[in-house]
């Protein structure tokens, strides 16, 4: 055995982040994946790969708008596939309504009695989502023919005053944001009220955009967060083409229950939804602790 | 303390499912939350509940439309919300092409070579899609105007001449299927090549079905396997209309987390998708094991 | 590909816990694993194994204790391995004094005001213990020298006179049970307080006598329920004999965490602690689920 | 709604673990839940507490061996309660032996055969445990009457050379180590074998050595690695003491399997074994990844 081989304890002479998380790789379990997400996202980022980062779970409630907006002002990330909800909730953020700070032991039935709603540890208040449709329905209104949603998010973005309000940053940078799930929100509610007749968001036009964005001839990665739709739409579109070139997944799902959510990239790999060559590894972990290291970690090694 | 409040071994004289469940009550932990969704869904079913049954995870390929088919035809449930990869995989059951028993420990670049996609322990050979898609195009391709999920499929179902599929079934009896990530398939991949100019796959249609399914003045249950967007979907609609009288769920996804998935049906009171006063419990398991034993409870306690 | 090996939905033409059961090897996910679970369980019983039943987490309280004395009555387990908590748990039930069905969302300091514990959702009242002490107390100060746990649970088994007691049937029929842990336990202070000098539990006296059941020249099987030192204590025997020949695993937890309650069987045969040629499955399910319905199943196939 | 109350996004102006964590307190979910466990770590250090650690999983082979050293060395830490394996692997570390970095997805029949013993992703010689029997052999039959495991490790760390070894560090600051399963390892092998008559490993002892920590008069908290015999051993004194003062627990066990390992703090509260009015957090995490930040953390706000 070789003494590279070994595990070895980090050595905390240096406390960088950084550093840290590269003492990681000779450590085992989630701190080695994490060491080896944060080196293969490192690596696309430095070799100009273009970046999707899929997003679901509650992360912008639970506070993670302001990586996805420096990701993106950055360049750490090229598209974002995400979901309604993320959308709806950064849209409160952005009118600067914002969420509270709650917690999980409580009285359900008096906080609605309340008018406040949770999400696990935080609380919205129900007026928030009557100030997004104030803030939507003239812009849902004002629309005619057919819209991909990131044709719609960056009418969206482009009203928004918020400088870091990442909506408002994709449509400066024009960086396209994908909501395959827009409907599936509250969004989705004030589409099916104000819409006038004529205005579709055309999901299949969604996908053809995506297919347009997956055959491009640079090399492509995929950051997924958490399973779900996101991940499912951004890496379906490679059954049409030819498969990312490196991949990372932080997710709390495992992949003994069977669904795509758990499922290892590896399993990707089968439906040649990944190239075979391709790095990946998958994060077991919070995503709400996960990512703001995999952050630091980019910022201190672009420095 | 009285005795009827005393945790009791299961009594095995009878090995009846439903007894055996019953018996469970007076168990803690799973069993207990499986003793109380049976139950609390043989109410809903007693009751004459419209009872929405949403359905996410790879359950077609793990084998449960059987079930899916049989609890439409014995009117256990009344609406179906699932996901694109399961109408998929149903069609790709109902044109006897089937999924193949695989396992997980496997060489996937090797799959992916002979053509073999896995679904962590199910296999599905990749020709399989292109007789769903021989199947589809000319659906699709004869269409024409604004369709909904549930409209979609209709015409689907009615093409169909297996008398096991339940999108054959759902057609027959009426009965409405949703699908709000119909595009997250390879069913979407289809639509989007296929379709002609001026066929609209419309979810804000879903929505206002959805709504209408919502505003009935009768009892309305809703059954949640897996989360996801069936979940979110369904419930979501409530926070227009009144709540639900009743909710079960099964999940392998855990609250702290801080996803829908996992979140807690007391979670959803908060948002009035529940009504205060509604029973309801989540079944922490594997689908795959505790909807066979809750459909044999139900019929048990039907005969 | 073979009919015969394709997914297939469950029968339900029969109702029978092993019919349902043996349907889901068609099926994926944990029903297969369940089904396989049962298989090789029957398999293990039929042909007159020593099986040793590794029983961790709070299943006595949970109502399991019924299934653990009716699988000693019937032959389907040989030897018992179990933690100190479950032993205490076992006596709280055979002197009368019971589990109370409780829930886990309640006022924890109110419950201890009350003199009320909590095990997640069942209650049990501080003054079991001190029940437990006053049966304990002269058992412990009446013995001397040297006691294997087995020896020792053997003079508490003849004092208990609940004919349900799975303390007492092993006793009646010289069926060893190991508590590695005795001493973490409310039981293990008890031993300290009221153990005569000169008496000692001698736990490397366990490990001699567990190497000598592991030495028997006959087939010999291991059911793990729920990790722990139970798990590892009979599996480490194992390092000195020959691997067991058969071994099934119900857990909630999961490999990629790398602690020894979620590691894989397959693991086990790299440090020789199963035969290279050991059939084995693992069950990710909460065992009160599992368990009833694999009692169940060997039952009826004994019948 | 103060502002202060609101969900914030980081500030990554400055990229320092400390101020990347407490940025986390205006997250949510196990960000927020680390802040927590970080703050309350660094009030016991700061105000003297006498603290325990509890350490289960494969802690050692993983990689940590170097942070329980320092967190001694440092005076973060009072106490250490851990398991047979952690002392094994520690000893195969102090050796000079070392683990192996592996791979979990691996033939372990192979592995076997070339007597190569994995832990997920760890591998270890199998000849290591030889050089461990080599080592513990003439410690173990030199000695005569009764030790509890403090004190038999304080035998085995006077005897390591290796100045990272925390058990020789141990020794050389007399700081306690209980190992409650020292008998459910390879060492507890190697005392069954070598220990002459009369030599007694006396785990009551160690119930009365844990109980004089307990009743001293400063204040007392405990920081909770993984659960298993170390959480449930140091926290049941409690139940003879008056409770625990502050308490942080990481674990990837959840709370709905109603195990110890995954039970709340809040329920132990319910026992007394915290008191009702200590501070405590859970973090659901990998100790791989939760610990070293914790770890930095602790050192940046000492500095």
Request: charged letters at 25%.
């Amino acid at each position: 055995m070789e003494h590279e081989d070994r595990v070895k304890s980090i050595d905390f002479s240096s406390l960088r982040v950084s550093d840290i998380i590269d003492g990681m790789h000779k450590n085992a379990f989630n701190a080695r994946r994490l060491a080896e997400a944060a080196k293969i996202f490192h690596k696309m980022v430095r070799n100009d790969y273009f970046i999707f980062l899929t997003l679901s779970g509650a992360m912008i409630p639970a506070g993670m708008r302001g990586i996805v907006a420096e990701m993106m002002r950055r360049g750490y990330i090229s598209c974002l596939v995400t979901t309604g909800a993320n959308i709806v909730h950064e849209i409160v953020e952005a009118l600067g309504i914002g969420h509270i700070i709650g917690r999980e032991n409580v009285d359900d039935i008096k906080l609605a009695e309340d008018n406040i709603n949770r999400i696990y540890d935080v609380f919205v208040a129900q007026n928030a989502f009557e100030e997004v449709e104030n803030f939507l329905a003239p812009i849902i209104s004002s629309l005619e023919g057919d819209y991909s949603t990131p044709e719609f998010l960056r009418e969206v973005g482009k009203k928004i005053d918020d400088r870091n309000s990442f909506l408002r940053i994709a449509w400066e940078k024009d960086i396209p944001i994908f909501c395959p799930t827009l409907h599936d929100s509250i969004a989705g509610l004030h589409l099916s009220i104000y819409r006038k007749k004529g205005f579709h968001i055309d999901f299949m036009r969604d996908i053809n955009q995506m297919l347009d964005l997956c055959f491009q001839k640079i090399p492509l990665g995929v950051v997924i967060v958490g399973g779900g739709v996101p991940k499912n739409f951004t890496l379906q579109a490679m059954l049409l083409a030819e498969g990312f070139d490196s991949a990372i997944q932080i997710t709390t799902d495992s992949p003994q229950w069977g669904g795509l959510s758990g499922a290892t990239l590896s399993e990707a790999k089968s439906w040649c939804k990944l190239k075979s060559e391709a790095e990946e590894v998958t994060v077991y972990c919070d995503a709400t602790l996960a990512l703001p290291f995999i952050y630091a970690y980019l910022v201190e090694k672009s420095q």
